[in-house]
């Protein structure tokens, strides 16, 4: 079973309790949470810089595989957590396309 760090926003906490359940249908274990504010998102990480090297710093600490947002990365900031981190980062739609993946029961339907 993987092991993640979820990263959701402050304003909405349910959210980060509900990626948490998707993340358990997949078999994703969740380590921590970190609720953040994002008042004005970044483009090198969504968050401020400062944030991002302590939720990585957790996440070595824990000996997490994964990090998962809430929020929807673009691909360039998803790269940037991971060159940083060294783990595999994912969002809320990944996680919901691997959901589909995993119970599809067609070949046609996982693809």
Same mark, same amino acid.
């Given at each position: 079973?993987?092991?993640?760090i979820?990263?959701?926003?402050?304003? !909405?906490?349910?959210? =980060?309790?509900?990626? +948490? &359940? %998707?993340?358990? $249908?997949?078999?994703i274990?969740?380590?921590?949470?970190?609720?953040?504010?994002?008042?004005?998102?970044?483009?090198?990480?969504?968050?401020?810089?400062?944030?991002?090297?302590?939720?990585?710093?957790?996440?070595?600490?824990? !000996?997490?595989?994964? =990090?998962?947002?809430? +929020? &929807? %990365?673009?691909? $360039?900031?998803?790269?940037?957590?991971?060159?940083?981190?060294?783990?595999?980062?994912?969002?809320?739609?990944?996680?919901?396309?691997?959901?589909?993946?995993?119970?599809?029961?067609?070949?046609?339907?996982?693809?």
């Amino acid at each position: 079973m993987d092991k993640a760090i979820l990263v959701g926003t402050k304003d !909405e906490p349910r959210l =980060i309790l509900e990626l +948490q &359940e %998707l993340c358990d $249908s997949i078999g994703i274990e969740t380590i921590t949470t970190f609720e953040v504010n994002i008042t004005k998102p970044t483009a090198a990480w969504l968050i401020g810089s400062g944030k991002a090297e302590e939720i990585i710093e957790t996440a070595l600490d824990f !000996e997490a595989d994964m =990090i998962v947002f809430n +929020q &929807e %990365l673009s691909p $360039s900031q998803q790269r940037n957590w991971e060159r940083a981190s060294g783990l595999c980062v994912i969002d809320r739609q990944e996680v919901i396309l691997e959901i589909f993946a995993q119970r599809a029961s067609t070949r046609e339907a996982a693809l």
